[in-house]
């Protein structure tokens, strides 16, 4: 896989299994394998565990990306990271707002709020975070997915069924947002690429993202 940069990161790192640290680090390097997030590439010297899955690329020799999952905790110095690494240059930021936010599915008006959370995140459009009592929840069935974000959380989703018509995994919520998304708590969201949105009267023109 070609690498987009590397960098190396201050941060202390740590992996454990149990009570094991497996992994402990503070000579990690920060690469991109895509636009989308880094990993934590680590000395060798810096595992504890020969037993880990691991992977190597010629641009840091003596180097290795540890399995996510093969670890049962990941932390930078004392907090616990989840999914994957953190990227240093993305950021998330949770608004409260008085706009007027509207949401149309097949024209179907299924979201008005006057009182929306806007989370902005680098490289994504905003998300509108709605009050449940704003939205017809009675057009939502739950589903099982689930979804991990390292600046959030874990989100639930509903399929929106309008006029017979369903749309799956369009509604999400978080319910123990990560502190730094803590506003979003408990209230729902649409995927701006999927829906009509309306924000003060005006028609926002529906962007193309991977989730689209």
């Known amino acids: 896989m070609p690498v987009v940069r590397i960098e190396p990161s201050p941060k202390w790192i740590r992996g454990t299994i149990g009570d094991r640290t497996v992994v402990d680090t503070r000579r990690a390097q920060l690469v991109w394998e895509h636009e989308y997030y880094p990993w934590w590439y680590v000395p060798a010297d810096d ?5 880990l899955p691991t992977t190597e690329i010629a641009e840091l020799p003596d180097h290795v990306k540890v399995q996510w999952s093969a670890v ?3 932390f930078e110095e004392d907090e616990e990271v989840f999914v994957h690494p953190r990227d240093p240059y993305r950021r998330v930021d949770a608004l409260p707002s008085s706009r007027h936010v509207v949401v149309r599915v097949d024209g179907m008006v299924v979201a008005d709020s006057q009182n929306p959370t806007i989370l902005y995140e680098t490289g994504l459009p905003p998300r509108y975070y709605l009050p ?10 739950p589903t099982e997915t689930s979804t991990g974000c390292p600046y959030k959380g874990y989100a639930r989703y509903w399929t929106l069924t309008v006029a017979g018509t369903e749309h799956p ?7 123990d947002p990560l502190p730094e998304s803590a506003p979003v708590k408990g209230l729902l969201c649409f995927y701006n690429e999927r829906v ?14 991977k989730f689209s």
């Open 72 to 74: 049962d905790r990941w």
């Open 47 to 51: 595992v504890n565990d020969s037993s």
């Open 196 to 209: 009509e949105l309306e924000i003060d009267g005006e028609p926002i023109e529906r962007v193309v993202t």
């Open 169 to 175: 995994d369009l509604v999400w919520c978080y319910d």
């Open 132 to 141: 449940p009592a704003d939205v017809r929840e009675d057009l939502l069935t």
